[in-house]
């Protein structure tokens, strides 16, 4: 995983010869309570819509993209 800095000095190396580029502060707490209410929803949909994939699987529907 590539962090803030880093990538703010891979840019500089690659890119920003002047150094005019400042990487944008990352509010840490904010991104993982964001990830968390996403991956939430994602996992509501996935409950939800699972039903579904296993009747088209058992009904054959789906055997050629599974292999």
């Not at 707490?29 to 994939?53: T, Y």
């Amino acid at each position: 995983m590539i962090t803030n800095n880093l990538y703010a000095v891979m840019l500089r190396l690659a890119f920003d010869k002047a150094n005019l580029i400042v990487p944008p502060h990352l509010d840490t707490n904010k991104h993982l309570s964001q990830m968390q209410a996403r991956f939430n929803e994602i996992k509501i949909r996935f409950d939800l819509l699972q039903p579904l994939v296993k009747k088209e699987i058992y009904r054959g529907h789906l055997e050629i993209e599974i292999k």
